[in-house]
């Protein structure tokens, strides 16, 4: 759609004073009508009225009138019509074939930008403890980070994965203690993850009741800071063992990591920070405690405790000093929940005041939480919802309702999968983040509704289609200006959808809200379903070269909604 901007913008521009308005200005100015009746780019003439001294409403009816030469001079525009303040132009058949036959020609890169070359963007998400399962918690910043790395390397950015574990702190000692008291080996090969968190659960059930407990725990965390070495050689298989247990539940989900840095990495870095906070006069004591005294209002932020401890700020500070010398980013994205606001604002603050003139290229991509319709979720932990808990009920829930809809149907096993797991994936990504995610099992794996099973059988109904036997022999060509259909409402809906790709990526990077590129394919699959009713693909008497550029149009939607849907972190299945 780019290209068509383009034309429209200097179009517009040969018709004005080009002294007062530049093409960028006019470019960045267009929009999608609201209507689309009214036509597929608008131009809001609001831009214009101030340097013209004219109305809105006056200025678009003047241009009405002067670009009807111009219009009649490019291949790519079939009309212009004022509709109050706003210019409205018209895409011709001509242009909608153009678009068809540019994403059969790129496929995979289509929509993708170089709008993010030179640009460099670290973004840390998911981010558990080491030695505890992945709870729901854990599963929107896990998703968002995921799709916003995808999302920003369509867009030619260059980006850094960074999962900041959670392997350093008391817990460790409780989960020591616990293996070395009654430790089994072979449960420990065999469900590290799901172990060494049942460890660490009775350990803190005995420890309220016998003070002993606790104490030896703190000990052996105490040796564990202290370097003990047979210690330390336990703490560190635990935390490999837990990246690899992790890393089976992310593989799930499409999520992967160019690097894993755990709290511990940072921790020799915490002298040289402090050093730093007293030469630059920061450091102040309060209370006993080491702070750093922030904006009015804000509380300060803790450095050190009165036992001299470091916290979480402390190595947020650490860690984020040396992800600037290490990867020179242009901007770190936190993929962190709304609750850790105050944290986070505290330690950008500090890194200001530090000046640090980088401090402003940090972001915290906030986000809302899970509310469940039905109540608590049942956990067999009875404490926490695990994620992959989550994942297997709506694999078997998508199971049931494959057996009833289509029980013949081949790997139900594999297809339950990907329904189930996507299914959860796109009810979180189609919520605006900073919102709240309902899980409703109903409404989230409904064929039929606006969900992500709707969207994967609107895959495997394009692909039934381009896969039929009616078909065999058949290619997949560029539709012509001269076919009828092309000029069928429901045919041109679907084209300009799948234009608007590019569009949609640009404002989700913007923004940060993969929920832009999850209505977009919302959108894409009704205008596809509005194609499939009212234009017949395999019409009996069509000459072959007729269905073969329906067919381009059906490889055409194929191509963008799979990768959109890859883009959310989604699979899909070739039936269902």
Not at 22 to 49: K, M, T, Y
Not at 349 to 373: C, N, P, T
Request: hydrophobic content about 35%; charged content about 25%; glycine content about 4%.
């Amino acid at each position: 759609m780019k290209e068509f901007f383009t034309t429209v913008s200097r179009i517009i521009l040969n018709n004005i004073d080009p002294d007062l308005f530049s093409e960028s200005e006019i470019q960045s100015s267009l929009e999608r009508p609201q209507n689309a009746d009214h036509g597929d780019i608008a131009f809001p003439c609001f831009v214009l009225a101030k340097k013209l001294k004219k109305a809105p409403v006056q200025i678009a009816k003047e241009l009405e009138q002067k670009l009807v030469s111009s219009i009649s001079s490019t291949e790519d525009l079939a009309s212009c019509l004022a509709t109050g303040p706003y210019l409205n132009f018209k895409l011709s058949p001509k242009a909608l074939c153009k678009i068809v036959n540019q994403v059969l020609i790129e496929k995979d890169s289509f929509g993708n930008s170089t709008i993010g070359q030179s640009q460099k963007i670290l973004i840390e998400y998911s981010s558990p403890n080491v030695a505890k399962e992945l709870h729901i918690g854990h599963f929107r910043n896990t998703i968002l980070g995921q799709s916003l790395t995808n999302i920003y390397r369509s867009q030619g950015y260059e980006v850094i994965s960074l999962n900041h574990l959670g392997d350093w702190g008391a817990q460790f000692g409780k989960v020591a203690y616990g293996y070395l008291h009654y430790g089994n080996e072979e449960e420990l090969k065999k469900s590290p993850l799901s172990y060494l968190m049942s460890l660490y659960i009775k350990v803190s059930a005995e420890a309220e009741s016998n003070p002993q407990v606790e104490i030896e725990s703190k000990n052996l965390s105490k040796k564990i800071e202290e370097k003990d070495p047979e210690l330390i050689k336990l703490w560190k298989r635990f935390c490999e063992l837990s990246i690899n247990g992790l890393k089976l539940v992310y593989e799930r989900l499409g999520v992967y990591f160019d690097h894993y840095i755990g709290e511990s990495f940072y921790m020799d870095k915490v002298d040289s920070l402090i050093q730093s906070l007293k030469e630059k006069n920061l450091l102040e004591e309060s209370d006993g405690a080491q702070v750093v005294f922030l904006k009015e209002g804000d509380p300060p932020c803790l450095i050190l405790t009165r036992e001299g401890t470091s916290l979480y700020a402390t190595r947020d500070l650490a860690a984020a000093i040396w992800r600037k010398q290490e990867f020179q980013f242009n901007r770190c994205l936190y993929v962190v929940g709304s609750e850790q606001k105050l944290h986070l604002s505290q330690v950008f603050q500090v890194l200001e005041k530090m000046k640090y003139d980088w401090s402003s290229q940090l972001e915290h991509i906030a986000y809302g939480l899970y509310r469940f319709k039905d109540g608590k979720f049942s956990t067999r932990k009875g404490r926490v919802i695990l994620a992959e808990e989550v994942l297997n009920e709506a694999v078997d829930k998508a199971k049931q309702i494959i057996e009833e809809k289509n029980p013949q149907l081949a790997d139900k096993a594999k297809v339950a999968e990907i329904v189930g797991v996507g299914a959860v994936v796109f009810n979180d990504l189609s919520t605006e983040r900073a919102k709240d995610v309902e899980f409703d099992w109903n409404r989230i794996l409904d064929f039929e509704g606006d969900t992500g099973p709707y969207l994967q059988y609107s895959y495997a109904r394009a692909t039934s289609i381009l896969q039929s036997d009616k078909v065999h022999g058949y290619v997949s060509k560029s539709p012509k200006p001269e076919s009828t259909w092309i000029h069928e409402k429901a045919t041109h809906e679907l084209i300009k959808q799948i234009a608007f790709l590019e569009s949609n990526l640009s404002a989700s990077v913007r923004l940060n809200k993969p929920s832009i590129v999850a209505n977009y394919a919302i959108d894409l699959a009704h205008r596809f379903s509005s194609f499939y009713q009212q234009i017949r693909i395999l019409e009996t008497n069509a000459s072959k070269e007729d269905t073969e550029q329906k067919l381009g149009l059906v490889s055409a939607y194929r191509i963008v909604l799979e990768k959109t849907l890859h883009l959310l972190c989604m699979k899909v299945p070739e039936k269902m």
